[in-house]
């Protein structure tokens, strides 16, 4: 019996070793994940998500943890406290403030010079519109590939003023008519509904300012000259526009304005159904319009066909962390988010109208791009070469709009935040 019991351990312990064996043996599925930090609301989540699922599918094995944003400031106060901290994304989008990252840039080396990925046929520049690639180019390096091109724009909420019986605005006025095309429809609105979003300066973006400086002939930032022409008569003549426009009552008092973060379509006054005339870029559109049961469309800011102040411009940038360590997935997840048409196909102009000539001839997919590509037909020809960006881009915005609320709550004088404005700038030049 002993002896019966004696062959069956060992037995059973031999065929312990052989499954042991054979699951040491068995192939490993590695699981490679890419995480891709970026700004937006719900609706460029969910089409983030589908060009995730296409590509995934492609690549079996690949995952895309997608590290999203309500809004820039966001986003980038999270990626840099990633960065610092060793554990910053593989993926991550940026602005115009792209060269704060680069060699040399204030926030340090982050974005990974991408012509190399081009020359080993990871990725294809030869489909990509040349302007798209001379933008993010600096001394020989291209630091990002464009989410797509854009425009500042004003939108309306068609269906609202067609409700009070106020005719719809003109897509081309001078500051003067549009100032009283203002007053014209605020006495038909109903209370507690403004003609316009305090677009002075937003939470989020100082695109507004940026553009009136443009049109008064001071540019904020001329970085061949590392000097700004906005003198504080200039920032005071600007806040004083903003300030007439409180004073009739045509755009919201400091603390109501101030309760809508206008981060994206989910913090919207337009959206909201409390403003009929907002700011936006072009490739927000569709996504305002899915947040909207009204109708809306876009109009060009006021001054520009007059002068020529309007711009278009590379939405985003994918760029690739350099300290990534899946630099040539990533490349490959990229070059498939800018150049695939399946991508295209899910993704539409949410980051801007394609700069890749293959996903072009996906075409517009839906009406509100339409209305996107027509908008820019028009104000294509009002455009001049964009104006620099201030260095330190982020901490700018921000800080620019709390002088921006002192002013409109009334704790400074419009001169007083002319001055604050223009040290403001010249504080981000030198630092």
């Known amino acids: 019996m002993k002896k019966l019991v004696l062959v069956l351990v060992v037995a059973l312990t031999a065929l312990m070793m052989v499954f042991a064996a054979g699951a040491k043996e068995a192939p490993k599925t590695d699981e490679v994940t890419l995480r891709w930090a970026y700004w937006g609301g719900e609706a460029r989540i969910a089409r983030s998500e589908a060009a995730i699922k296409i590509f995934e599918a492609q690549n079996p094995g690949v995952k895309v943890h997608q590290e999203p944003s309500g809004g820039a400031g966001d986003h980038f106060v999270k990626v840099d406290t990633q960065v610092a901290a060793g554990a910053g994304p593989d993926i991550i989008n ?9 060699p040399g840039g204030p926030k340090g080396h982050l974005a990974l010079d991408l012509f ?9 520049l030869d489909v990509i519109d040349p302007g798209a690639i001379s933008y993010a180019t600096v001394k020989g390096a291209l630091y990002g590939l464009s989410t797509g091109a ?21 897509v081309s006025s001078t500051y003067p008519e549009f100032r009283q095309y203002l007053i014209d429809l605020q006495k038909r609105l109903p209370s507690g509904v403004y003609a316009m979003q305090d677009i002075g300066v937003l939470p989020t973006s100082s695109t507004p300012f940026g553009y009136w400086t443009g049109y008064n002939g001071t540019p904020m930032y001329v970085a061949a000259e590392n000097r700004t022409y906005v003198t504080p008569a200039d920032a005071k003549r600007y806040l004083d526009l903003f300030a007439d426009y409180r004073a009739l009552g045509v755009i919201p008092p400091a603390d109501i304005a101030a309760s809508y973060a206008e981060s994206n379509a989910d913090t919207s006054m337009l959206v909201a159904g409390k403003a009929a005339i907002a700011f936006l870029w072009t490739n927000q559109l569709d996504g305002y319009q899915r947040a909207m049961v009204d109708e809306i469309d876009l109009i060009e800011l006021p001054g520009a066909a007059e002068r020529n102040s ?21 490349a490959k997840f990229i070059n498939f988010l800018v150049n695939s048409p399946d991508a295209a196909a899910v993704l539409g102009n949410d980051r801007g109208n394609s700069v890749s000539s293959i ?3 996906v075409g517009a997919s839906n009406v509100n791009e339409q209305k996107a590509l027509s908008y820019m037909a028009v104000a294509g020809p009002h455009t001049m070469p964009e104006n620099d960006h201030v260095p330190n881009d982020t901490e700018y915005n921000s800080t ?10 009334g704790q400074i004088s419009t001169e007083q935040g002319g001055r604050e404005i223009v040290d403001l700038i010249n504080r981000m030049i030198t630092k």
């Open 94 to 102: 940026m602005g115009g403030n792209f060269p704060d990252y680069i």
């Open 116 to 124: 190399p990925y081009a020359e080993k046929g990871i990725i294809n």
């Open 150 to 170: 854009n425009m500042p724009a004003l939108v309306y909420n068609k269906s609202l003023i067609e409700r009070v019986g106020a005719p719809l605005p003109p």
């Open 310 to 330: 309007l711009w278009q411009t590379q939405s985003q940038l994918y760029t690739i962390n350099k300290d990534s360590k899946h630099k040539d997935l990533a």
């Open 359 to 361: 996903a072009r001839s």
């Open 400 to 409: 620019l709009y709390l002088i921006y609320q002192r002013v409109a709550f």
